[in-house]
């Protein structure tokens, strides 16, 4: 089974920028897709941004423009966040999805606190 660690999170003031990064336990060779979704207290987990294995880059509205996402060999992702606000403060999941099966597995998660 495939394992998904995250890294990067942390404490960043309103304006600045953090670098999240996802790694898999192994390559994923069959087409998927591999993203980041954040939760915020008492709010539902959304999308924040996804690449397909063709490259294909999704963004939620609230984060174009400022976020980036890579894929940036087989099995890792990151999310570049510039221009960071404090509704961006939350838990933030990596997520992997093959699109053959559907099966989706979840990092543990990385906590994104922006505050002055």
């Known amino acids: 089974q495939v394992q998904l660690v995250e890294s990067g999170g942390g404490l960043v003031q309103p304006g600045g920028c953090l670098r999240l990064?996802?790694?898999?336990?192994?390559?994923?060779?069959?087409?998927?897709?591999m993203g980041w979704y954040r939760q915020a207290p008492g709010k539902q987990r959304e999308l924040v941004a996804t690449v397909t294995t063709g490259g294909s880059t999704n963004y939620a509205d609230s984060v174009k423009g400022r976020f980036t996402i890579s894929k940036d060999n087989a099995n890792t992702v990151s999310l570049q966040m510039n221009s960071l606000n404090a509704e961006d403060t939350a838990v933030y999941y990596c997520?992997?999805?093959?699109?053959?099966?559907?099966?989706?597995?979840w990092g543990q998660g990385t906590q994104v606190t922006v505050s002055s």
């Open positions: 990064s996802c790694a898999a336990s192994q390559s994923i060779f069959w087409p998927h897709t």
């Open positions: 997520n992997l999805q093959i699109a053959v099966n559907g099966v989706t597995y």
